[in-house]
C-alpha cells in the first residue's frame, strides 16, 4: 500500500464563544492515500468545516489548533505562516462553497490564473502560465474562448468549475472541498462530481470531501468519516460503512436521509449539543435510542473491526451489569431539537 | 368514472415578464432593455387537498408561480382562479382579505422571521391585520394553539422567544405556526427544508403532511430536491425555464419519466446507496439565458435525445465549436478561433427563419466550412447536426439552414394521465411563420 499524503493525529481545534471556548474539533485522526476521496460528513456545527480549515492553517482569530498533521513527510502544525503558506497551492488546495465570493469580480479570469502562478511558480514564463491555466479549463469544460471573461459573466456552476481548475493549475496533492456543490442545481452538481471523479483519473490527487449530503458520500468517495460534536465517530470504506454502520449515530443518520426510495420519515432526536459544555462520556448519548450507563460515564473506546471502526461501547466487550444498564431516556420534545 | 372535486385554483395561459433594468440611467426613467419571460404559458389545476410539487432548477419560474397564486406578483397575461374568483388584475385591497386563505412558506426561516419580534408577537401580528379573535386573551390562546399545533410545546416556553433563540428547526415551525394561524386553504411551500439539517428535514416534513391531513389544507410544494417531492407530492409538474415540460401523477413521473428533461433530474439525483454508481451521460451546459430562451424547445441544446425540429440555431454551432475547442491542441484552437471570430457573430439577426450566416473573421469562407464540416465529420452523433438541413460556402459568408423548428405542446400522452410536452411524444406542429415561408416557396 502507498504511504498517505495526508496523516491527520489527534487534531484538536477550538476557539473564543460567548459562553467560553468552543471544543469545535477534538481529537481527530484519519489518513490519505493519493487518488483517495474521503467523505466527512455530519451535521451543521459538528466541527466537518472548521477541521477543513484547520488543516490549512486557515483557523479564525483567536483560535487554537493542537495536534499534529503531517503532510508529504512535513509536519505542518509546527511550521512558521510563512512555511505553511508556500505548501499551500502547489501542496494542498482548499474549494469552497461559494464560488462567487472567491473570486474578484474585478479580475477577468485570466488574471485569477497569472496571480496564483505568479506567487506559487514564479519561474514559469507568460505563455507556460497561460498554457497551464488553458489546461486545467479545458480539462474541466470550460473553451479558451472564455478565459477573458470576468467572473460576472459565467453561471454559477461555471464559477465552480474556474475554482476547481485554480486549485489544480498547480497540481496539489491534496484537495480539501467543502460543501463544492451545495450550493448549486441538481443538474450542475452532478457535472461538478463528474469532474471531480475525472481530476482523480488525471491528477490523482488526494481529497477531503465535506459535505452534509450522504447521496454525495454515497456516489463520490472511497472512504467516509462520520463526525458527531467534534469527533469522528465512525470511519470506513463508504460500502461497508453505508451496507452495515456500527456507530448508532450513522444509523441515524442514514435512516433519516430522504432518498428516491424513502417510504417513511425518520428523524434523530434531539440536538447536536453545545460544544462549550459538551455531554460527558459518548457525546451523542443524550440523542441514542441505544444509551447505557457506561456511555454517560466514559468516553467510548474506538473500535476496529476489519475495515471498519467505530467509537461506541456497544461494540466493546467485558462491560460489567451495572455499566451495560440501559439509559432512562428523557423525553425529547420539539422543544429541544435542532 | 367519478366526478371530479371543484378544483380549487385553476390556471391558464399564465405568462408573468419581469423587465430586465441594465444600468442606473434605465432604472431611474423606468426604460427596460428587454424582459424575462418567468411563466411562460402555463395551465394547471390544483384539487382541494392536494399535494402539489413544482420541481425544477433555479431559473425555472417555479417560486414565482407559486408566488403569483397569492397574487404577489402580477401576470401579464393568463388568467388564475381561486374558487371561480379571479385574481390576476385584483387590487391589493381586494386581495388581501383572500390572503388569510393562502398563505406562504419560504426557505430561509431566519429571514422570514423579523428579529426583534418574538415568536408571539409574530403570529399574534398576522391575526390582527386579518381581524382575527379579537381581544387580548382569545388572541393569546389562538397564538398558543398555532403554537402546539406545529410542535412548540408548551407554548408558553417558546411564545416570548426571539428568532434568535431558535434552532433552523423552530424557527421553519415558528413560520409554519403564523401561516396556519390564519386558518388557510392552501399553503405554498417555497424550499420549506432545504436550508434544514438533513435530521430536520424529516421532521418538517413530517408536520407538514400531519397539518394536511388534520387541517385539510392543499398544497404546492417547490422544490429543487425530487427526493423530498417523490414522497410528499400527489402530483408532480416539472419545469424548465418558465414551462411545464412534464406533469402528472408522483408515482408515474418517478416510475416513468419520459421528458429528456425528468429522466435527467431523475438520474442526477444522487442516491445514498453507494452500489448505485455516479450518473453518467448528463445534459451539458446549465439553464440558459432566461431573456433570450432557445427557440423551439427551450431544453434543445442540452438534450441528449434531441431531434431535428426542436430548434436548433447559430448559437448551438457556437456551443458546438466551445466543446469541439476544449478537446483540440492549444495551436489548432489558437488557428480556428482566429478564423471563426468572437461569439458576438452567432447572435446575429437570421437572415431568413431557419438560416444562420457566419462570416469569417479571417481566412476564408471555405476554409469556415471546412471547419463545420470536419466538426461534422467527427462528431456525427452530435444531435446538432439533426438539425442541420445543409451547410453552403459563397465565398464570404457560411450559409446554414436548419430544419424547421417547432414548439412542442403540453399534450396528453394517450393510456396515461401524463402529459409532456417534447417531440419525442408528439407529431410537431411546424411554426406559423416557417409554414408560411414554405407555402411562399
Known amino acids: 500500500m502507498t504511504a498517505p499524503v495526508v496523516d491527520v493525529h489527534d487534531v484538536r481545534v ?16 484519519f489518513a490519505l492515500r493519493p487518488g483517495e476521496v474521503l467523505g466527512l460528513v455530519g451535521e451543521s456545527g459538528c466541527g466537518k468545516s472548521t477541521l477543513g480549515r484547520g488543516l490549512m492553517g486557515l483557523v479564525p482569530r483567536g483560535a487554537a489548533i493542537d495536534g499534529d498533521v503531517e503532510f508529504d513527510g512535513r509536519h505542518l502544525l509546527g511550521l512558521s505562516k510563512k512555511e505553511r503558506e508556500k505548501i499551500r497551492g502547489p501542496g494542498m488546495a482548499l474549494i469552497f462553497q461559494e464560488p462567487m465570493t472567491r473570486l474578484d469580480p474585478l479580475m477577468k479570469i485570466s488574471d485569477h490564473f497569472t496571480e496564483v502562478l505568479h506567487v506559487h511558480e514564479p519561474k514559469l514564463s507568460k505563455s507556460e502560465m497561460r498554457d497551464r491555466a488553458l489546461d486545467a479549463l479545458r480539462s474541466l469544460g ?12 459565467f453561471s454559477g456552476g461555471m464559477r465552480q468549475r474556474i475554482m476547481i481548475a485554480l486549485a489544480l493549475a498547480l497540481r496539489p496533492k491534496f484537495i480539501i472541498a467543502d460543501e463544492p456543490t451545495t450550493a448549486l442545481d441538481v443538474l450542475v452538481e452532478a457535472q461538478i462530481l463528474n469532474i471531480l471523479a475525472d481530476i482523480r483519473q488525471t491528477y490523482a490527487p488526494a481529497i477531503l470531501l465535506i459535505t452534509h449530503n450522504l447521496g454525495i458520500v454515497a456516489e463520490a468517495c472511497d472512504r467516509v468519516a462520520v463526525m458527531y460534536a467534534g469527533r469522528i465517530v465512525e470511519q470506513g470504506p463508504v460500502r461497508d460503512v453505508f451496507a452495515k454502520p456500527r456507530h448508532p449515530y450513522t444509523q441515524a443518520l442514514l435512516r433519516s436521509t430522504i432518498s428516491l426510495k424513502t417510504q417513511e420519515l425518520n428523524s434523530i432526536a434531539g440536538a447536536p449539543p453545545d460544544l462549550v459544555r459538551p455531554p460527558t462520556g459518548c457525546r451523542f448519548h443524550p440523542r441514542c435510542a441505544h444509551a447505557m450507563q457506561v456511555c454517560v460515564d466514559k468516553l467510548p473506546p474506538l473500535i476496529v473491526e476489519g475495515v471498519q471502526q467505530a467509537e461506541c461501547w456497544l461494540l466493546a466487550s467485558g462491560l460489567s451489569e451495572a455499566q451495560r444498564r440501559p439509559l432512562q431516556r428523557e423525553e425529547v420534545s420539539v422543544a429541544d431539537e435542532a | 368514472m367519478p366526478t371530479k372535486p371543484e378544483p380549487l385554483f385553476v390556471i391558464e395561459d399564465l405568462h408573468i415578464d419581469f423587465a430586465l433594468r441594465t444600468n442606473a440611467v434605465a432604472r431611474l426613467l423606468g426604460s427596460s432593455s428587454g424582459t424575462v419571460r418567468a411563466v411562460d404559458g402555463v395551465n394547471i389545476e390544483l384539487a382541494p387537498g392536494e399535494v402539489l410539487g413544482l420541481v425544477g432548477e433555479s431559473g425555472s419560474g417555479k417560486s414565482t408561480l407559486g408566488r403569483a397564486l397569492l397574487g404577489l406578483v402580477r401576470p401579464g397575461r393568463g388568467s388564475i382562479r381561486y374558487r371561480g374568483q379571479e385574481l390576476v388584475g385584483l387590487s391589493e385591497k381586494k386581495l388581501r ?5 393562502l398563505q406562504m412558506v419560504f426557505q430561509d426561516p431566519h429571514a422570514s422571521l423579523n428579529p426583534s419580534m418574538t415568536v408571539g408577537r409574530a403570529i399574534s401580528d398576522a391575526l390582527r391585520i386579518h381581524d382575527l379573535h379579537p381581544g387580548t386573551e382569545e388572541r393569546r390562546r389562538a397564538v398558543g394553539d398555532a403554537l402546539e399545533r406545529v410542535g412548540l410545546a408548551p407554548a408558553s416556553r417558546f411564545i416570548d422567544k426571539y428568532p434568535g433563540e431558535l434552532s433552523g428547526g423552530q424557527k421553519q415551525r415558528a413560520v409554519i405556526a403564523r401561516a396556519i394561524a390564519l386558518g388557510p386553504e392552501l399553503l405554498v411551500a417555497d424550499e420549506p427544508i432545504s436550508m434544514l439539517d438533513m435530521s430536520v428535514r424529516a421532521k418538517i416534513l413530517g408536520l407538514l403532511t400531519e397539518l394536511k391531513q388534520d387541517l385539510g389544507l392543499t398544497y404546492v410544494y417547490i422544490t429543487h430536491d425530487l427526493a423530498s417531492a417523490r414522497f410528499f407530492c400527489d402530483r408532480i409538474a416539472i419545469m424548465y425555464l418558465g414551462k411545464i ?3 402528472g401523477p408522483t408515482a408515474e413521473i418517478f416510475d416513468n419519466p419520459r ?9 442526477a439525483v444522487p442516491d445514498p446507496d453507494p452500489s448505485h454508481g455516479m450518473a453518467r451521460d448528463l445534459p451539458r451546459g446549465e439553464v440558459p439565458d432566461a431573456s433570450d430562451p432557445p427557440p423551439g424547445c427551450p431544453f434543445h441544446p442540452r438534450c441528449p435525445e434531441a431531434v431535428p425540429h426542436c430548434g436548433w440555431e447559430m448559437r448551438d454551432v457556437r456551443m458546438v465549436l466551445e466543446q469541439r475547442w476544449t478537446r483540440v491542441s492549444p495551436e489548432q484552437y489558437a488557428a480556428e478561433a482566429r478564423l471563426v471570430g468572437d461569439a458576438s457573430r452567432f447572435n446575429e439577426r437570421e437572415p431568413a427563419p431557419g438560416v444562420g450566416v457566419l462570416r469569417p473573421a479571417a481566412g476564408s469562407a471555405d476554409e469556415l466550412l471546412a471547419l463545420l464540416e470536419d466538426e461534422r465529420a467527427s462528431n456525427p452523433a452530435e444531435p446538432l447536426w439533426h438539425g442541420v438541413r445543409g451547410m453552403a460556402s459563397n465565398g464570404r459568408e457560411v450559409r446554414i439552414e436548419f430544419v424547421e423548428r417547432a414548439v412542442p405542446r403540453l399534450l396528453p400522452i394517450a393510456g396515461s394521465a401524463v402529459e409532456v410536452s417534447c417531440h419525442l411524444y408528439h407529431e410537431p406542429a411546424p411554426s406559423k411563420s416557417q409554414a408560411a415561408t414554405a407555402k411562399a416557396k
Open chain 2, 245 to 247: 415540460v412534464e406533469t
Open chain 1, 14 to 29: 477550538w476557539y473564543a464563544g460567548p459562553n467560553g471556548p468552543v471544543q469545535a474539533v477534538d481529537g481527530v485522526t
Open chain 2, 97 to 101: 382579505p383572500l390572503r388569510r386563505k
Open chain 1, 142 to 153: 470550460i473553451p479558451p474562448t472564455r478565459y477573458d471573461n470576468y467572473p460576472h459573466e
Open chain 2, 259 to 267: 421528458h429528456p428533461y425528468t429522466k435527467a433530474l431523475l438520474r
